[in-house]
Every structure is written in C-alpha cells, then in structure tokens.
C-alpha cells in the first residue's frame, strides 16, 4: 500500500514552468505504476500522464505532449511532473494516483490511491 502526497503546485504566468512532486509513502513504492490526473473547474477529471513501475514505459495525454515530462526516482519514492510552456488551459487541481502494475495505465477508474491534489493555477 502507498500513499501519495502532491506538491510543487502554485501560480505561474503562462509560457512559464512548474514542476510537481508525488511523494509515495511504502515500501513497495517501485511495484507501483505513477499516474497525474487533472480536473479543471466545472470539468471531469483527466488523464495527464503516467508512468510504469521501472520508468520505461510512459504515457501522456496528447494536451500536453511535448510540453510535461513525468519521470521517477525510486530510491526517493517520488515521481515528478515537469510542466513547461504553462498555458491558462492548463489550470486544474493535480492529482497523483497509484497502481500496482507493470503497465502505466490511463484510465483513473484503474488507480488504486490517490492523493489530495495540488492547485495549478496558469494566467494569462
């Protein structure tokens, strides 16, 4: 069992750079699968990026390809989410999410535990 923790998540101009952290509590941290969801005010929740147990496969939504790069350190049981050229589309509550999986899964209904989310607020 993990428990994620988010942070990093604040007010940036747009074209600017965050970078968000997800803190996974557990010694089975590297068994899990690492994915960011986001829901923007009067929005559903979506898929943002995710990334395997090993950090060898990710997979991102196509919004923010080429922009956001998840990446892991297991011997920190942190992943991160690198976010630049920050557009005002881009302002939703974050959230990391865990699965015990080899894949990296898309779909939030597959994650197990999820953090409390962290704001991302993008101005024009």
């Known amino acids: 069992q993990v428990q994620p923790v988010e942070s990093g998540g604040g007010l940036v101009q747009a074209g600017g750079s965050l970078r968000l952290s997800c803190a996974a509590s557990?010694?089975?941290?590297?068994?899990?699968?690492l994915g960011w969801f986001r829901r923007a005010p009067g929005k559903e929740r979506e898929f943002v990026a995710a990334?395997?147990?090993?950090?060898?496969?990710?997979n991102y939504a196509d919004s923010v390809k080429g922009r956001f790069t998840i990446s892991r350190d297991n011997a920190k049981n942190t992943v991160y989410l690198q976010m630049n050229n920050l557009k005002p589309e881009d302002t939703a509550v974050y959230y990391c999410a865990a699965k015990n999986t080899r894949r990296a899964p898309v779909a939030p209904s597959v994650y197990d535990y999820w953090g409390q989310g962290t704001q991302v607020t993008v101005s024009s």
């Open positions: 990334i395997s147990w090993s950090g060898g496969s990710t």
């Open positions: 557990g010694r089975t941290f590297s068994s899990y699968a």
